[in-house]
């Protein structure tokens, strides 16, 4: 993580991430993240995608699809298939954020 805090939720397991953490998401799992930095200040990270999909391109399709931060299932449903992806709902929001006592961290993982 480059700044900020997220939470993370890969395959039902939420954990944290903080600046200078690392965080992985195998292929095929179930995986989300939300900024939940306490700042104005947004958070980043560092995203590595090892295949040959264009997450450039991705990504900001799926910007467009979210672009009041809100889609419908079938606008979301046409838009991974086209990737070939299944996008799995709903996305984290900051109404999702568990009790800081439930979270993890990535050093804790087995």
């Given at each position: 993580?480059?700044?900020g805090?997220?939470?993370?939720?890969?395959d039902?397991?939420?954990?944290?991430?903080d600046?200078?953490?690392?965080?992985?998401?195998?292929?095929?799992?179930?995986?989300?993240?939300?900024?939940?930095?306490?700042?104005?200040?947004?958070?980043?990270q560092?995203?590595?995608?090892?295949?040959r999909?264009?997450?450039t391109?991705l990504?900001?399709?799926?910007?467009?699809?979210?672009?009041?931060?809100?889609?419908?299932?079938?606008?979301?449903?046409?838009?991974?298939?086209?990737?070939?992806?299944?996008?799995?709902g709903?996305?984290?929001?900051?109404?999702t954020?568990?009790a800081?006592?439930?979270?993890?961290?990535?050093?804790?993982?087995?």
């Open positions: 993580m480059l700044d805090r997220y939470l993370f939720e890969v039902g397991r939420r954990f944290t991430a600046v200078g953490d690392a965080a992985a998401a195998p292929g095929g799992s179930a995986h989300a993240f939300v900024n939940v930095n306490v700042t104005d200040t947004p958070a980043r560092f995203i590595q995608i090892l295949s999909l264009d997450a391109t990504f900001l399709g799926l910007g467009d699809v979210m672009r009041d931060g809100k889609a419908d299932q079938d606008a979301l449903n046409a838009f991974g298939k086209r990737w070939h992806v299944e996008l799995l709903p996305p984290l929001t900051m109404n954020v568990p800081s006592a439930e979270w993890g961290h990535p050093d804790d993982q087995p």
